[in-house]
């Protein structure tokens, strides 16, 4: 009897090692660390849960063990240098090679075997996602343009609507007061209170005809400077913010994802014209991102909203995202257009990009070197990274312009201007003292030709 149970306890201890051995090869990780690794390295081609360009991953431990009866050694091997295990004649590693079109994964002999533990326990033992804070005050509250903005309109409104209110009460006075010559005039005699009231007005009209005039002359003033007023804000928008056919949320992309503009307006730089990006330049990301997983959500929208909205870039570009390639069934996107700049004004997106980009850093350097440098796009378009739908920021009239030319510092420190403008700044240093500013206008930021040609 006892030597029963000396054995039955053996076999339990044995079973125990055994299966926490087998348990070791799914669970020998840091699945917090693996979701980095795998985000940094492997979301560009793999997903858990579907197909992308690679397999869905979830689960990979296991599969590989059941059905091919393969350890993480293989994987191991694969993912450090996958052409060499398929060079060596591996069966597997060319099966999948030929599955999914010959497409050669990138090696990662970069990765400790440490790092690929850490991946696997990642792809089985995922770590369950937080939930997705509720937007809070700040967030959910509207930015200081966003409030300026509707204060302004809000302003205009009133303005508008009292100004309807007093023409309608002038235009009711004038109706009753014609009303009352036309019975006058047919009438064959005027009864005797009516022709005091008629006397009455002469007598009053012969009195004031001074000041009748002059309030006549100052409403003709107001009404030429209220017309011309309102001539000089024809074209434009300040605040224009039209709903796009596909939503597109720069405080996602720009603000919590930190994507550099000229990531997508890439000819900003180097040309005239900011062109509005590609569906291409889209899908060059939402081609492995094809669902919302953000913490963020614009109040009164939900991760069934922004899912939807890539669904339509994958319609507008001829996507499947079930066969992972494209059908040739494209479907043009009408985008809205914002910002216009009228023919007869001359604007070079690249000179502006460029000079003033460095005028920032430089300034930055000067001011606080620990601060974070801003990009120059914003001078013109506004907090664009606080925007969830873009609006047009500023005025963009010649006014505007000029005012920015007048107080924009020139970078004395570029090669081309510190030779260029040698003799200006050093008449400047002569005549304001060596720590003068050189700005734009002091160049010919003001020429009529600079912008008019």
Not at 111 to 140: F, G, H, K, M, W
Request: proline share 4%; glycine share 6%; aromatic share 10%.
């Amino acid at each position: 009897m006892i030597s029963w149970r000396k054995h039955y306890k053996k076999g339990l201890i044995a079973i125990g090692l055994l299966l926490a051995t087998s348990a070791s090869v799914y669970a020998q990780g840091d699945a917090k660390n693996g979701e980095k690794l795998f985000k940094a390295n492997c979301t560009a081609c793999h997903a858990l849960d579907k197909q992308l360009i690679g397999p869905a991953l979830g689960g990979v431990v296991d599969r590989l063990k059941t059905e091919q009866n393969l350890d993480t050694d293989w994987l191991h091997k694969w993912i450090k240098d996958n052409k060499s295990l398929r060079e060596s004649g591996d069966k597997y590693a060319l099966e999948v090679y030929e599955k999914f079109n010959k497409v050669e994964m990138t090696p990662f002999p970069n990765l400790s075997d440490t790092d690929i533990d850490d991946i696997l326990e990642y792809t089985t033992n995922p770590p369950v996602p937080e939930a997705a804070a509720p937007a809070d005050a700040a967030t959910a509250a509207p930015s200081a343009a966003d409030l300026e903005a509707s204060k302004t309109e809000s302003q205009n409104s009133k303005i508008i609507l009292i100004s309807m209110v007093a023409i309608g009460a002038l235009l009711l006075w004038l109706l009753v007061k014609l009303n009352q010559l036309v019975k006058l005039q047919q009438s064959d005699e005027l009864a005797e209170q009516q022709v005091n009231r008629a006397v009455s007005w002469g007598e009053l009209y012969r009195k004031y005809h001074y000041v009748g005039k002059g309030v006549l002359a100052v409403l003709g003033i107001l009404a030429a400077y209220g017309i011309w007023n309102s001539l000089m804000w024809i074209g434009v928008y300040k605040g224009y913010k039209p709903e796009q056919p596909i939503y597109f949320s720069h405080k996602i992309h720009v603000g919590e994802n930190k994507i550099d503009c000229q990531l997508c307006h890439s000819s900003a730089k180097y040309g005239k014209v900011s062109e509005i990006p590609s569906m291409n330049v889209c899908m060059n990301c939402h081609r492995t991102i094809s669902e919302y997983n953000g913490k963020y959500m614009e109040p009164g929208k939900d991760k069934a909203f922004y899912d939807g909205e890539i669904q339509k870039i994958y319609a507008a570009t001829g996507w499947d995202p079930a066969k992972q390639q494209y059908t040739g069934k494209t479907q043009p996107v009408e985008w809205v257009r914002i910002h216009n700049m009228p023919d007869f004004v001359y604007f070079d997106h690249s000179q502006h990009v460029v000079a003033g980009e460095q005028v920032i850093i430089n300034s930055h350097n000067k001011k606080n070197p620990n601060a974070k440098i801003d990009v120059v796009c914003k001078a013109c378009h506004g907090q664009v990274d606080t925007m969830n739908v873009v609006r047009m920021a500023n005025d963009f009239t010649m006014g505007w312009c000029v005012e920015c030319h007048r107080t924009t510092e020139v970078d004395m420190n570029n090669g081309y201007n510190k030779e260029y403008f040698k003799n200006l700044h050093d008449k400047l240093k002569k005549q304001y003292g060596n720590e003068t500013k050189i700005t734009v206008d002091a160049i010919g930021g003001l020429e009529c030709g600079k912008c008019h040609y």
